[in-house]
């Protein structure tokens, strides 16, 4: 079964976005066992759309479009690929709908007469809906050929894939692919790597993928067989190979659990409350807390203290810590995690305070970021020295904190 | 000019790396006044990619490759090249001496046999030395055509373009192209359209692109002229034209700047000093905020109040109000930011409750935001219905913050 992506947007040909749906879709395609070829990018763009489609149909089963549903003129994906296939539009009345309904809930917007524009679907197609906008998903089949449109924002575009095109391509594809993902935190790429050197040289079926992300490295293990039930036999081995390897750097082998995710897990089953005393990461870290649900049985209150003033008067550092180690040391940190507990009664504090740029201090680098973990009445505390922008070492910070966090929790809970 | 970008890699095919290439490419070639309609990915496979690139030849007059310079045996881009350009390939000297050179001074690797692959090059071809790695750019000019062969890696690929390509491609393209970007807040897509369709109708030079953001809506001018002066004297009236149908809609016209970017320049210029107090968006607006440089001058302190607790003890939200209206609610939204004033002395404080989800409550549904900006003894509350998953909701719920901010600086302090 070959699979390919037109992506259609001018923006992407000017170079304003990078094209990271184009990514998403083949990295999604690959685990479900569908050979791609080609990837195309074209404008908004009628003629050039029409014929990328034409040869796209020639040559593939599956053709995937993304961009080009929106609701104004220069939007023609669905109008060029229903003349392409010699399909008429009809406007179909649940999608007209959503579309109201939509707008009804958005006071801020107000509904214009080209909306209704994504209302008209090619006919006979199948219609995804949206959730995170007003233009569906469309599928349209046609001589064995198989033309998915999907709308450009990736908010839109994931949930839509994952959850409608997913099922449907799997029907398409009678091999199974199952893949299992284990994330390690606190280990580099290339040392992942090194200590699973013989597992990558001896794979066949399942393969091992490592991919890096900040501060983390994922391994996919993937296994192509007969029956869901094979494929699980060939993978469970390797998994329980990896987790022995790695042990408690290994904090999840879930797909779709996050580092933050596996914290509030943590602290959930040790029924621990959190909170979060920031400085240089200005309020991501709880924001990441905040982000999973459930969290607000853990995490009732979090302080951004940017200034030295409200270092002390909200966490009651002391003027002389400050005074004689500066805001960004090992001992504010500890004065920070100690006051958020104290501030909060929570039975864990997390305090990060750092260097992100772009000016540096004297004897301490851009880069310099403390992270201390109150519990059980001791502090810990580690010193960093990251790299990159501004954004770049907050969002390091912020894994690191995590991360030390849930080795907090394990070292003094886990039985 | 017509250009097209060709990637090749199968770890692109796989979504293992995200095609930035194309991305900075594209943006390139756009400032240099260069028309692109095409970009193409392919693997590394020699069939597909000549037929590819015998495709770009007849419809384009520039073709940029990147990637599959490679030394090992399945990088085939150049050998593909100069089989379909009718060239033989020949022993480069300088090129050879050069990686001689590279490895004398790279003490963690050796030389191997097929690094001397890298110093054949098509014959005629226009070798561009590449000081970050052992493959050297080409230029091969051949029947009017010009195609450019760089190596993948982003690290090795732009210095070479930089440097090498663009005085290269300057010397093909007489004609100037700059744009200025117009960004605006607080207004959908369709409704900004339909308020400058006219602009946009009659749009020849400079055009008019729309690009839809969350909660914003970026408009880039685009003028061709035969020079700076001439292209900078066509924008400027459409874009005076722009800021006075949007007033104070229009946030900044700085291609960089952005919402946050734009906040902080008002706080600093009408020397104000900010705090949030942030419930379901749990610190992502204070992170937003701190991640512009120099924020420290205008932000010292942020709350992030999760629980009941937290809006009583922290913000002093009276027990009665969120008994009598709950934690989601206008009042206790206007207390928030009442409280986050007065515990820290900042000249403004802007609020955020809401539910974010996965879970709504009697009455209220999930999307339910109240954003509350005290300022000058008044506090301005707005009410939100948004729409998507947990994410979504948190990310529309800062930018309207934001802009709140905004508005209400304007409104107080703007002569």
């Given at each position: 079964?070959?699979?390919?992506?037109?992506?259609?947007?001018?923006?992407?040909?000017?170079?304003?976005?990078?094209?990271?749906?184009?990514?998403?879709?083949?990295?999604?395609?690959?685990?479900?066992?569908?050979?791609?070829?080609?990837?195309?990018?074209?404008?908004?763009?009628?003629?050039?759309?029409?014929?990328?489609?034409?040869?796209?149909?020639?040559?593939?089963?599956?053709?995937?479009?993304?961009?080009?549903?929106?609701?104004?003129?220069?939007?023609?994906?669905?109008?060029?690929?229903?003349?392409?296939?010699?399909?008429?539009?009809?406007?179909?009345?649940?999608?007209?709908?959503?579309?109201?309904?939509?707008?009804?809930?958005?006071?801020y917007s107000c509904i214009t007469d080209n909306n209704w524009?994504?209302?008209?679907?090619?006919?006979?197609?199948l219609v995804l809906d949206n959730d995170n906008g007003t233009?569906?998903?469309?599928?349209?089949?046609?001589?064995?050929?198989?033309?998915?449109?999907?709308?450009?924002?990736?908010?839109?575009?994931?949930?839509?894939?994952?959850?409608?095109?997913?099922?449907?391509?799997?029907?398409?594809?009678?091999?199974?692919?199952?893949?299992?993902?284990?994330?390690?935190?606190?280990?580099?790429?290339?040392?992942?790597?090194?200590?699973?050197?013989?597992?990558?040289?001896?794979?066949?079926?399942?393969?091992?993928?490592?991919?890096?992300?900040?501060?983390?490295?994922?391994?996919?293990?993937?296994?192509?067989?007969?029956?869901?039930?094979?494929?699980?036999?060939?993978?469970?081995?390797?998994?329980?190979?990896?987790?022995?390897?790695?042990?408690?750097?290994?904090?999840?082998?879930?797909?779709?659990e996050t580092l933050e995710m596996a914290v509030v897990r943590?602290?959930?089953?040790?029924?621990?409350?959190?909170?979060?005393?920031?400085?240089?990461?200005?309020?991501?870290?709880?924001?990441?807390?905040?982000?999973?649900?459930?969290?607000?049985?853990?995490?009732?209150?979090?302080?951004?203290?940017?200034?030295?003033?409200?270092?002390?008067?909200?966490?009651?550092?002391?003027?002389?810590?400050?005074?004689?180690?500066?805001?960004?040391?090992?001992?504010?940190?500890?004065?920070?995690?100690?006051?958020?507990?104290?501030?909060?009664?929570?039975?864990?504090?997390?305090?990060?305070?750092?260097?992100?740029?772009?000016?540096?201090?004297?004897?301490?680098?851009?880069?310099?970021?403390?992270?201390?973990?109150?519990?059980?009445?001791?502090?810990?505390?580690?010193?960093?020295?990251?790299?990159?922008?501004?954004?770049?070492?907050?969002?390091?910070?912020?894994?690191?904190?995590?991360?030390?966090?849930?080795?907090?929790?394990?070292?003094?809970?886990?039985?």
């Amino acid at each position: 079964m070959v699979v390919e992506v037109i992506s259609v947007g001018t923006e992407l040909l000017l170079g304003n976005i990078v094209n990271t749906n184009a990514q998403y879709l083949a990295g999604q395609c690959a685990q479900l066992g569908l050979s791609m070829y080609h990837q195309t990018t074209i404008g908004d763009n009628e003629s050039r759309l029409s014929e990328a489609l034409t040869q796209a149909l020639d040559r593939s089963d599956v053709v995937i479009l993304t961009g080009g549903l929106g609701p104004t003129e220069d939007d023609l994906t669905k109008e060029t690929c229903a003349k392409v296939m010699g399909l008429k539009l009809v406007e179909d009345a649940h999608t007209k709908q959503r579309i109201e309904e939509y707008f009804k809930n958005n006071i801020y917007s107000c509904i214009t007469d080209n909306n209704w524009k994504q209302a008209s679907v090619p006919e006979g197609a199948l219609v995804l809906d949206n959730d995170n906008g007003t233009a569906p998903g469309l599928i349209i089949e046609k001589e064995g050929k198989h033309v998915i449109l999907l709308p450009g924002p990736p908010m839109e575009l994931i949930p839509l894939f994952s959850k409608q095109v997913v099922p449907y391509l799997k029907k398409l594809q009678p091999e199974v692919i199952r893949s299992q993902m284990v994330k390690i935190c606190g280990k580099g790429e290339s040392l992942v790597e090194t200590q699973i050197r013989d597992l990558i040289d001896a794979q066949t079926n399942p393969t091992i993928a490592t991919y890096a992300k900040t501060g983390e490295v994922h391994l996919r293990i993937t296994a192509r067989a007969g029956s869901e039930d094979e494929a699980k036999a060939l993978i469970k081995p390797v998994v329980k190979e990896i987790k022995n390897r790695f042990g408690d750097d290994v904090y999840t082998v879930k797909e779709e659990e996050t580092l933050e995710m596996a914290v509030v897990r943590l602290l959930q089953k040790y029924d621990l409350t959190v909170t979060t005393a920031e400085s240089c990461t200005g309020g991501l870290l709880s924001g990441r807390i905040i982000n999973v649900p459930g969290a607000s049985e853990v995490f009732k209150e979090g302080f951004v203290t940017y200034s030295n003033k409200a270092k002390r008067k909200t966490l009651d550092v002391s003027k002389s810590t400050l005074k004689k180690y500066g805001a960004v040391s090992a001992q504010t940190a500890k004065e920070m995690a100690t006051g958020g507990v104290f501030a909060t009664d929570a039975d864990t504090c997390i305090a990060v305070t750092g260097l992100a740029g772009p000016e540096g201090e004297e004897e301490k680098p851009v880069g310099l970021v403390y992270i201390a973990c109150y519990m059980k009445d001791k502090v810990k505390v580690e010193e960093y020295h990251f790299k990159g922008n501004r954004e770049k070492i907050r969002e390091q910070s912020v894994v690191k904190a995590l991360d030390l966090l849930r080795r907090s929790i394990l070292a003094n809970y886990k039985d």
